[in-house]
């Protein structure tokens, strides 16, 4: 099968390491697409949770060659560091492999649009304090970032793992829904500082094009629930892909194998 080729795809949250992490269906994803541009938007390897158990399947390995092998033929690949893997952040710039770091990334589209890609994560402090932090103003969105950055180091230098806010309130749906549009509309307001003409973020696992006030925000979701990335197509139009959609094919394959699984299964039981 021919790959799909996009100008470019974005991907964030794989949690490499989790055992709940879509690793199947994030190669199959990789191994059937091709891209001039390849940006890793944070939380790709949860070094957070391979600290506290060591798991790393070997499709993990296929997965990281994978990325390594497309650097090799001339994708440029950008890695963006998020919270789970913020180990990263100290190696800024750093070329390695045909694989860049870098804390915040600039891509310019086929139609010259400039977007801004981080990975989101310094926006929870903001999101939790929304309402009177819109009436104080930019400066104290800085300044929140950076209080949310030393908090976490505290934390981490005191052996706890990264407080993530959209994590804490997951489960409560009208406050989720109050967080993730708090969320889009801070990072939507980085990219104006920054007179980008959009953003393409990830942390928050929900995958949406959407527009606040001429600012294109973009989220390429995730690979642990819903395995979807970002993609621009060849003239610059950008596109969620929803891979379980997309690759029904597989989709089989993998229910086939778990109902033998879970038949297996029941024959043990009884
Ligand atoms: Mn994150």
Redesign the pocket.
């Known amino acids: 099968m021919k790959p799909v080729t996009y100008r470019s795809i974005w991907i964030s949250?794989a949690h490499l390491g989790l055992k709940a992490s879509r690793t199947e269906y994030l190669y199959d994803f990789l191994s059937h697409t091709e891209s001039e541009y390849l940006y890793l938007v944070?939380?790709i390897i949860d070094i957070w949770k391979i600290k506290r158990g060591w798991y790393w399947p070997e499709i993990n390995n296929r997965i990281v060659r994978l990325v390594f092998e497309k650097a090799s033929r001339g994708t440029h690949v950008i890695y963006v560091p998020?919270?789970?893997d913020e180990f990263f952040r100290d190696y800024n710039d750093l070329y390695f492999s045909g694989i860049q770091i870098k804390l915040r990334a600039e891509h310019v589209t086929e139609d010259g649009k400039r977007l801004l890609i981080l990975?989101?994560?310094e926006f929870d402090a903001i999101t939790l304090n929304n309402k009177w932090i819109a009436k104080l103003g930019s400066e104290a969105y800085d300044l929140l970032i950076i209080m949310n950055h030393w908090f976490n180091w505290v934390r981490r230098k005191l052996g706890f793992g990264y407080w993530?806010l959209s994590k804490h309130i997951k489960n409560k749906v009208k406050e989720a829904v109050n967080y993730i549009s708090n969320f889009e509309e801070a990072v939507t307001h980085a990219a104006r500082q920054h007179n980008a003409d959009g953003v393409v973020c990830?942390?928050i696992h929900h995958a949406v094009i959407t527009d606040y006030d001429g600012i294109n925000y973009a989220n390429c979701g995730d690979w642990v629930e819903s395995c979807t990335a970002l993609a621009e197509e060849e003239d610059g139009k950008l596109r969620l892909i929803h891979w379980l959609e997309e690759s029904a094919d597989l989709i089989d394959g993998v229910q086939q194998h778990e109902d033998r699984n879970r038949d297996r299964c029941m024959v043990t039981a009884n």
Do not use: A, E, P, Y
């Open positions: 949250d944070g939380d998020g919270n789970h990975h989101g994560d993530s990830g942390h």
